[in-house]
């Protein structure tokens, strides 16, 4: 599985003047996250082809910052999976990671 693709850019305007700095820009490809509540314990899994690319985050509140869960991530059968408990309001996401 490709992780990411990266691109240098730079603007130019309508006469071809560059009008910025290059910047590098790096796409990771989307990643199926799974989420399932059970026993008072949320798992939230994705599959193990996306290994080192990826972190997974969380927070309780879209306003503020989100934390990094701890690696290593377990591995069952062919998906990572985080096991944590179903408190409060939580948020997850995959971060594409260098």
């Given amino acids: 599985m490709q992780l990411r693709t990266s691109y240098d850019l730079v603007v130019a305007n309508a006469a071809g003047t560059n009008t910025s700095p290059a910047v ?30 990826y972190v997974l985050q969380t927070t309780a509140d879209l306003t503020k910052p989100w934390t990094t869960v701890q690696s290593p991530y377990p591995v069952v059968g062919s998906q990572y999976q985080v096991t944590e408990p179903a408190t409060g309001t939580a948020y997850y996401r995959l971060l594409g990671s260098e």
């Fill in 24 to 53: 590098s820009v790096t796409i990771y490809p989307l990643v199926p996250l799974s989420i399932t509540l059970a026993s008072g314990s949320v798992t939230i899994s994705w599959p193990v082809g996306a290994s080192g690319g």
